[in-house]
């Protein structure tokens, strides 16, 4: 005949097997909640950070309609130059550089445009982004422009106009507006230029 357990062996016999499956189990909790934490956090990381980036992304786009961003640069002769002291011209704004091979072409084709369009109060504003201030003048002397070449030695103004290409056109009206935006070979379309500039000019 079996001898009864006693109370305190049968309180031990419950309580060890119980420990010993915490013991064995605390690992494995402790690895769910913290997996859970860090996904909680990727989850919430991609929903705070991913819309700011997507309105980001979204606001810096320069669209057609758009205010063009107002800047002042020194000039090739050492005058201070302010885009938005000349509203009510109707601006053509050219981001050019010594490395763009077309750059040039795109500049002498503003040149031979611009007494064509000079009664419509039109004004060129070639931007230079050479390093070197004294590479912006040496082009101009080289050119002979009728028109200021200003230095972006910084690139400060280049960032403003999110310019990724070279030569880049944009087409500024009396109100400050983006009218149209060119870049690469399309910046030398003067027929293109000259159409829209008309057309501007004449509202």
């Given at each position: 005949m079996k001898k009864p357990i006693s109370a305190s062996l049968l309180h031990t016999a419950v309580k060890v097997p119980a420990v010993a499956t915490f013991r064995a189990t605390a690992p494995l909790l402790s690895s769910i909640l913290l997996s859970s934490i860090l996904l909680s956090s990727i989850v919430l990381s991609s929903i705070v950070f991913g819309g700011f980036s997507a309105s980001t992304a979204q606001a810096s786009q320069l669209d057609i309609g758009s205010m063009a961003p107002n800047f002042t640069l020194k000039s090739d002769t050492g005058e201070n130059l302010r885009l938005g002291e000349f509203a009510g011209n109707v601006r053509v704004v050219v981001f050019t550089a010594s490395w763009c091979g077309t750059c040039n072409?795109?500049?002498?084709?503003?040149?031979?445009?611009?007494?064509?369009?000079?009664?419509?109060?039109?004004?060129?504003?070639?931007?230079?982004?050479?390093?070197?201030?004294?590479?912006?003048?040496?082009?101009?002397?080289?050119?002979?422009?009728?028109?200021?070449?200003?230095?972006?030695?910084?690139?400060?103004?280049?960032?403003?106009?999110?310019?990724?290409?070279?030569?880049?056109?944009?087409?500024?009206?009396?109100?400050?507006?983006?009218?149209?935006?060119?870049?690469?070979?399309?910046?030398?379309?003067?027929?293109?230029?000259?159409?829209?500039?008309k057309r501007i000019a004449e509202e």
């Open positions: 072409d795109a500049l002498r084709s503003l040149q031979t445009l611009a007494p064509q369009m000079q009664h419509y109060g039109f004004q060129v504003w070639a931007v230079n982004l050479d390093k070197d201030p004294e590479q912006t003048r040496s082009i101009a002397r080289q050119l002979q422009l009728g028109y200021p070449m200003l230095s972006d030695d910084e690139g400060r103004v280049a960032k403003q106009y999110w310019i990724d290409d070279l030569p880049a056109v944009f087409l500024v009206d009396r109100d400050g507006r983006i009218r149209d935006e060119l870049e690469g070979d399309a910046a030398k379309n003067t027929a293109r230029i000259a159409e829209t500039l």
